[in-house]
């Protein structure tokens, strides 16, 4: 299953990642900074950018089925997509 990991540079995101890879799952990150060299599997998809725009969160989430989304202190509106 494709699956999107937000803030996967932070604290939870690389267990998060490293466990869906782990279970053979393809993962995509979706950060604002680069994650540390080899803080990542190698064969994850690293999307950069900010999750308060919309437009980029559209981009990162196009063609994948689930949403690993870790916000502890964030709110933000993301349009529904069809």
Same mark, same amino acid.
Request: hydrophobic fraction near 45%; glycine fraction near 8%.
């Given at each position: 299953?494709?699956? +999107?990991?937000?803030? !996967?540079? *932070? $604290?939870v995101? /690389?267990?998060?990642?490293?466990?869906?890879?782990?279970?053979?799952?393809t993962?995509r990150t979706?950060? +604002?900074?680069?994650? !540390?060299? *080899? $803080?990542?599997? /190698?064969?994850v998809?690293?999307?950069?950018?900010?999750?308060?725009?919309?437009s980029?969160?559209?981009?990162a989430i196009?063609?994948?089925?689930?949403?690993?989304?870790?916000?502890?202190?964030?709110?933000l509106?993301?349009?529904?997509?069809?």
């Open positions: 299953m494709n699956v +999107l990991v937000t803030g !996967a540079t *932070g $604290a995101g /690389p267990c998060v990642v490293w466990a869906l890879c782990q279970a053979g799952h993962v979706f950060s +604002l900074d680069r994650p !540390a060299l *080899g $803080a990542l599997p /190698p064969n998809d690293e999307q950069i950018g900010d999750i308060t725009d919309p980029a969160v559209q981009s196009r063609a994948w089925m689930q949403l690993f989304i870790w916000l502890p202190s964030c709110t509106s993301i349009p529904r997509l069809n």
